[in-house]
T-cell receptor, first 113, second 112 residues
Framework: ETGVTQSPTHLIKTRGQQVTLRCSSQSGHNTVSWYQQALGQGPQFIFQYYREEENGRGNFPPRFSGLQFPNYSSELNVNALELDDSALYLC????????????FGNGTRLTVT | GDSVTQMEGPVTLSEEAFLTINCTYTATGYPSLFWYVQYPGEGLQLLLKATKADDKGSNKGFEATYRKETTSFHLEKGSVQVSDSAVYFCALSYQGAQKLVFGQGTRLTINP
């Protein structure tokens, strides 16, 4: 089975720009979550999508937004980038049952200069 | 709010040493507890989990027991290998394995 894939692997943007990160969920998974992992820190929950609807959000401002498509792939969009947005962005998918484990991708490393 | 605290790293051990990585949590309810591992250049992988008090999760020689009285979920392994070198994250969740709250991670290096 194909695992969770994220693109691009690395990205450099300038403060104030906008960025879109992409995630393909594992085959058969209908729920996607996004996490931000700052350097030396644990991942922080941004939001989750289930069947194309946002299904929970962490403590992130509205300039962090997302989409989920009918094939369950997902995008994370960040507007008006700030230096503190520099981090590893992780996507995770799951089958949707409350006891299903999360399967993480390898992440996208975003650097904002 | 809910939070997870792990012992400060980095931790450096020799091969075959005994490992303990401490994890304590603060929670308003009764969460499930997890250990995730992140190898260099890779995403997070679930190492083990426990869903209720006194449960013991185990995998690949690692163990952790859900202790409600001490709000702890310490990770242990009797004899570590060089291949165990990675960053380990303790986490909790109220909705099964979704919407995780992570600790800050503990970097483990095993020397041959």
């Amino acid at each position: 089975e194909t695992g969770v894939t994220q693109s691009p692997t690395h990205l450099i943007k300038t403060r104030g720009q906008q960025v879109t990160l992409r995630c393909s969920s594992q085959s058969g998974h209908n729920t996607v979550s996004w996490y931000q992992q700052a350097l030396g820190q644990g991942p922080q929950f941004i939001f989750q999508y289930y069947r194309e609807e946002e299904n929970g959000r962490g403590n992130f401002p509205p300039r962090f937004s997302g989409l989920q498509f009918p094939n369950y792939s997902s995008e994370l969009n960040v507007n008006a980038l700030e230096l503190d947005d520099s981090a590893l962005y992780l996507c995770a998918s799951t089958g949707g049952r409350s006891d299903s484990p999360l399967h993480f991708g390898n992440g996208t490393r975003l650097t904002v200069t | 709010g809910d939070s997870v605290t792990q012992m400060e790293g980095p931790v450096t051990l020799s091969e075959e040493a005994f490992l303990t990585i401490n994890c304590t949590y603060t929670a308003t309810g009764y969460p499930s507890l997890f250990w995730y591992v992140q190898y260099p250049g890779e995403g997070l992988q679930l190492l083990l989990k426990a869903t209720k008090a006194d449960d013991k999760g185990s995998n690949k020689g690692f163990e952790a027991t859900y202790r409600k009285e001490t709000t702890s979920f310490h990770l242990e392994k009797g004899s570590v290998q060089v291949s165990d070198s990675a960053v380990y994250f303790c986490a909790l969740s109220y909705q099964g394995a979704q919407k995780l709250v992570f600790g800050q991670g503990t970097r483990l290096t095993i020397n041959p």
